[in-house]
């Protein structure tokens, strides 16, 4: 798997204003900042950078206070870009610091070693599980950054491993959103409670289970998404949790692009599914009548559009799909449409329609909400619909708020499935409440994830990136 996450929806760019500072040459950026344990030498911490487009627009500042130009894929060392004097707006000087202008569809790779990850660059990213792969010997984190013009939208992603705890905070910035992204624990408890999370203790930890921290030979806990036989399976939940119980899909899909779009299939929408599986596990979208409709109280009239309509719209996902490492695990299976008669067979999740629907399923699943007999509300989890598991618009244009779900309450994964591991992303819920990073793709559904400032607007403001001790 070789893939890099995309990260969506730079804030809006403002005019800038000078408030006690110029610009660097070169245009707003923003300065980021890291911020290393006491005892560790910054001689063997190192920064990289790699993005889909191979390119990148910034600098940083060495120990004579010389302005050098970064690289994307190139190793620096803490050390190396330390410099007397700030990389401007509000950094502070004497830290590992650099000055980004431009840096899209971005990831920021720290690790530890002698020389930092090699061969980086094309399409080439590390492989964290492949014994092969030139990286395999070096632990390392990544975050993911989209950078540009002083707009910055960041997160914290353990999507594909656990191994250096970090944390994201916007500093002097009072407009950022979803501020800070924390990780609360060290590497030691950070570490171990992902390795609880295989079937079999630490059997998840590379380069061996006797390797798990502080063993100096760790390099990282990886996830269900590279180590698919240490996790368990999703056939408890699927063949025997969910049989003859129906999920409910329901919420506003906002479209994709420009709306109206003129496209059914990318036009804001409602949708309201019942989905139920069969005894092999294989599950069936079933429309209700007020599903695809572009016109519905959810869709604010100016973006109102032909949608894709309720009847005759089903989706189905067989239980291979769905148990496959890249189905709920990763978030991505192959499924079916049946749009009014047109079949389509799809490689994985579309950003479409269809796509959106899916996904609820498939996050839902993750967080261990359909069959839940929890109550919430007076209700049982299951019998909720998914805007009610995490927020959102009711296809009746009711909104419900975050803190309102059980999701905003902390009752996912084990405590919407007790006495149930085999019924929710184990690995996921293994660091709910150690660290606001994400455990699985949609774990997004909850929208608390995304770090968002802008440089313009909150002058002196800069991303802080603190690296917890082991």
């Keep these: 798997m070789k893939r890099l996450l995309f990260v969506a929806g730079l804030v809006p760019l403002l005019m800038f204003s000078s408030l006690g500072f ?76 650099v000055y980004i202008t431009n840096f899209i569809s971005g990831r920021i790779y720290i690790n530890y070693g002698k020389t930092g990850l090699s061969n980086l660059g094309g399409s080439y990213q590390p492989n964290p599980s492949q014994p092969n792969d030139a990286n395999y010997a070096v632990r390392y984190q990544y975050f993911e950054i989209n950078g540009k013009s002083g707009a910055v939208t960041t997160n914290l992603s353990y999507i594909d491993l656990t191994a250096i705890p ?30 609880t999370s295989a079937t079999s203790p630490n059997s998840n930890v590379l380069p061996s ?28 939940y699927l063949q025997s949790t969910l049989q ?21 299939l990318t036009q804001a929408q409602s949708y309201d599914f019942a989905v139920t599986f069969n005894q092999a596990g294989d599950a069936t979208f079933t429309a209700q009548p007020d599903s695809g409709n572009g016109s519905a109280a959810c869709v604010p009239k100016s973006m109102q559009g032909p949608g894709v309509g309720a009847t005759n719209q089903t989706v189905t996902i067989t239980f291979a799909d769905l148990n496959a ?54 209700q049982p989890i299951g019998g909720l619909s998914s805007t009610q598991w995490w927020g959102g618009i009711l296809p009746n244009g009711t909104a419900v708020s975050l803190q309102n779900t059980p999701a905003g309450q902390n009752i996912a994964f084990a405590k919407a499935q007790p006495g ?49 001790p082991d």
């Design 325 to 378: 490492h890249v189905g709920i695990y990763g978030n991505n299976p192959s499924y079916t449409i049946n749009n009014n008669g047109s079949i389509i067979h799809t490689p994985g999740i579309l950003n479409d329609f269809f796509g959106r629907v899916v996904g609820d399923l498939l996050a839902g699943l993750s967080f261990g909400f359909p069959g839940s007999s929890v109550n919430f509300n007076g």
């Design 209 to 236: 289970p006797a390797s798990m921290l502080p063993n100096p030979q760790f390099t990282r806990v990886i996830s269900p998404q590279w180590a698919g036989t240490a996790y368990h399976d999703w056939t408890n």
């Design 22 to 97: 110029a610009a660097p040459t070169g245009g707003p950026g923003v300065p980021i900042v890291f911020q290393l344990p006491q005892g560790i030498s910054p001689t063997g911490v190192f920064v990289q950078f790699l993005n889909t487009a191979g390119t990148m627009s910034g600098y940083y500042l060495d120990a004579k206070g010389t302005r050098k130009p970064l690289r994307v894929n190139k190793a620096y060392s803490m050390a190396e870009i330390t410099g007397s004097q700030s990389v401007g707006g509000g950094a502070p000087a004497n830290m590992p610091a």
């Design 420 to 468: 149930q591991p085999l019924n929710y992303h184990t690995y996921a819920g293994s660091l709910s409440g150690l660290t606001s990073g994400y455990g699985f793709p949609l774990q997004d559904r909850l929208g608390t994830n995304l770090l968002q400032f802008n440089t313009q607007q909150d002058a002196n403001s800069y991303l802080q990136v603190s690296i917890n």
């Design 244 to 264: 003859g119980k129906t999920v409910l899909l329901a919420g506003f899909f906002a479209g994709v692009g420009n709306q109206p779009s003129g496209n059914p």
């Design 166 to 195: 970090l944390s994201l905070q916007a500093i002097n910035a009072p407009h950022a959103s979803n501020n800070p992204q924390n990780t609360t624990a060290r590497g030691i408890p950070l570490a171990a409670a992902a390795g």
